[in-house]
């Protein structure tokens, strides 16, 4: 009888035990599951905050909710470890989600550049070098951003800051479009514009200077004009090359104005006979092919400067020969008219020097040695020649006359010569050659007057 007893509750024992076991298990899966999927939420929720979208987070959500995490420990859905191999599927997508989202808005932070790179290209020009040195920071701030959010906010700024930049390039090209407009105006129009390049290209062309794209510009000009065109752009564009061609004639004719009165120092010195007049002459010819040869700035600043250089080489060359010349003693004067210089001597020592005209070449002034011996002030010309003459010239009244060889060969003022007309050459221009006489600038003139007695030698050499 006992032993019918046992037996059932050695089964009863053996069942109570198994479903203890089951149900810690069920109870340790529930907890784990409960565990995990708290984090998971937690970690979405950062995510989101991050970057990542609602959107590819919310099917997550959704699968983790229909594993009723909340069911007691005795529901089925803990009876295995299916609920574990949920959370690594879960975790693995979640983790995916996160890449799409960097990965994304890497994308668009690149397409953003690359957009940046589009604008800088075109509009380099009118872009300030802080704005391009700010741009230019845009890849490493990319690589240094880690969440979506950062890379988010600095595909914002981006594209803020490139919008600013092109209000302010258009801004900027709207402005010098009025002030084209407003300089064309000032300038009398296109019609005026135009007629100012075409004069400036004709003096660039007689000085044998280039003319840049003046010619090119005005063509156009006057084509849009014709056609009833916006000329404002090629205007603009002409006005700013007349005025770069502007200085270049400018530039020029100041080169120009230094030649002759390093022509008249070098003459100077040949007159005088100085020791290195030969080798300043030939430099100064040099000089003077250069410059007849130059056509940009580059060479006329060039040629300006070896005048310089030279200049300051005669002006040491006839303070270190002042005196000791072979002239005599007293007051000498020497006439060179190849050279048309005139020098004043006293006891061998310059006192002065000047630049002369002399005779024409039907009426040279005649060469020898000769001395003053009438002086007048003032004396009036009267033509020995008839009107009928082609020498005839009407009276003529001078303030100083010295007289050196009878038959009216004089050293005299000429007030009607311009300052121009006096040195190399002179002899043979018609406008400014005399009869046979020695012109001398006004100034020099009144200071020679009273410095030459009667007996002064004059020695004239050809």
């Not at 020029?252 to 007159?271: E, F, I, K, T």
């Amino acid at each position: 009888m006992r032993l019918r007893l046992l037996i059932p509750v050695v089964v009863i024992t053996a069942v109570t035990a198994g479903g203890a076991a089951t149900a810690h298990a069920a109870g340790d899966r529930q907890r784990s599951f409960a565990d995990g999927a708290a984090r998971l939420q937690t970690e979405w929720s950062s995510y989101q905050a991050q970057g990542v979208p609602a959107s590819s987070l919310a099917p997550l959500r959704a699968e983790l909710a229909g594993q009723e995490p909340t069911a007691s420990w005795w529901s089925p859905a803990w009876f295995n470890s299916g609920g574990s191999t949920l959370l690594s599927r879960l975790e693995g997508q979640t983790q995916t989600a996160w890449n799409a989202a960097v990965s994304g808005q890497r994308e668009q932070a690149r397409t953003v550049i690359g957009q940046w790179a589009s604008f800088a290209t075109a509009q380099g020009t009118w872009l300030s070098a802080d704005s391009l040195n700010a741009a230019g920071q845009w890849t490493a701030q990319l690589a240094s951003a880690q969440t979506p959010a950062a890379i988010a906010r600095l595909v914002t700024s981006w594209q803020d800051f490139i919008n600013q930049q092109q209000t302010a390039v258009t801004a900027a090209q709207q402005a010098k479009v009025d002030a084209l407009q407003q300089e064309l105006q000032s300038a009398g129009g296109p019609q005026a514009v135009l007629a100012t390049a075409q004069r400036l290209v004709a003096v660039a062309n007689g000085a044998n200077l280039d003319p840049g794209n003046v010619a090119d510009l005005a063509t156009q000009l006057s084509s849009e004009i014709a056609a009833n065109a916006d000329a404002t752009t090629t205007g603009g564009q002409l006005l700013a090359a007349i005025n770069s061609l502007q200085a270049l004639v400018n530039l020029n004719n100041q080169v120009g104005a230094q030649v002759p009165p390093l022509l008249l120092s070098v003459d100077q010195a040949g007159a005088e006979g100085t020791p290195n007049a030969a080798a300043l002459a030939a430099e100064n010819s040099a000089i003077a092919g250069r410059f007849q040869g130059a056509r940009t700035a580059d060479q006329l600043n060039a040629v300006l400067a070896s005048i310089s250089a030279l200049q300051g080489k005669v002006t040491a060359e006839l303070a270190a020969n002042q005196c000791g010349h072979p002239v005599g003693g007293g007051k000498v004067i020497t006439i060179s008219l190849s050279l048309q210089e005139m020098v004043f001597y006293q006891d061998g020592c310059v006192a002065q020097a000047t630049a002369v005209s002399t005779g024409r070449p039907e009426l040279r002034t005649p060469t020898g040695s000769f001395q003053i011996f009438n002086k007048q002030s003032p004396f009036e010309f009267i033509s020995p020649w008839p009107p009928s003459s082609p020498y005839y010239y009407v009276p003529s009244r001078a303030s100083w006359v010295m007289e050196f060889l009878g038959g009216g060969y004089f050293i005299h003022d000429a007030p009607w010569e311009s300052p121009g007309a006096y040195g190399p050459g002179s002899q043979d221009n018609p406008t400014a050659a005399s009869h046979g006489c020695v012109h001398v600038p006004t100034a020099v003139m009144q200071w020679a007057y009273p410095w030459t007695p009667p007996g002064t030698p004059v020695i004239i050499n050809a």
